[in-house]
Each structure stands twice: as structure tokens, then as C-alpha cells.
């Protein structure tokens, strides 16, 4: 039997200006990994946040440049990690948006099918 497996790259903005719908962030993002762990449990998932103070990404690593950027999670399958991890988001000092840094923001999604 063939099974769909889905990658989802979420890229959140932790930024000041933020900060008053983080919770609802939290509530949404942990709900969405919760179905995932019951009724999708070969799918991937990976967390980007920009705006904050730190800075934690391998491209910065790298070639440098992408500061205030941390990768909370590589993409990997959902566990319940994932789901503390959520419960609380870091509070960035930087602001975050894409258009004041000029970043362009890519949300990954695909489908491959699994045999089980």
C-alpha cells in the first residue's frame, strides 16, 4: 500500500512586531504537529525562525550574511519534541520582516509516496 509522505518548511517571524500573536502562533503550529503525530506520522516538518537575537543557520556558517535567522528544528519526522519546542517560541529583539531585509521566504511542501 502506497502512503503519501509530506516535508513542510515553516518560516516564522519572531520579530517585536510579533510578539502580541506569538501565542496564537504556538497554539496553530503545535495543533498542526499534534494531527501530523496521529494521522501522519512519516511526514516531515522543519521550523526557520527569523528576528532573532541570535543567529543559528548554516549558511551564515558558510558564506555568512542571514543574521537574526535560527533554525529551531532541521526538517525530520514529527515527534513530540517538535510539539515542546512550539509551546515556547523564542521572543526576537530584531525586527523580522522579510521586506525590511530584503529576504524572500520559501515554504517547502512536497508529496512522495511511501510503500508500507
Not at 29 to 38: G, W
Not at 72 to 92: H, T
Request: net charge negative.
Amino acid at each position: 500500500m502506497a502512503r503519501n509522505k509530506e516535508a513542510v518548511v515553516l518560516v516564522l517571524d519572531v520579530g517585536p512586531s510579533m510578539h502580541s500573536v506569538l501565542p496564537e502562533i504556538e497554539k496553530v503550529c503545535s495543533l498542526m504537529i499534534q494531527k501530523k503525530l496521529v494521522f501522519s506520522k512519516y511526514d516531515e516538518v522543519g521550523f526557520v525562525l527569523f528576528g532573532t537575537a541570535d543567529t543559528k543557520n548554516e549558511l551564515t556558517e558558510e558564506v555568512g550574511g542571514y543574521e537574526h535567522v535560527t533554525v529551531l528544528r532541521n526538517i525530520k519526522v514529527v515527534d513530540e519534541d517538535l510539539v515542546d519546542a512550539l509551546q515556547n517560541l523564542p521572543r526576537g529583539s530584531v525586527p523580522g520582516d522579510c521586506i525590511l531585509y530584503n529576504y524572500w521566504v520559501v515554504i517547502v511542501r512536497t508529496s512522495t509516496a511511501v510503500n508500507t
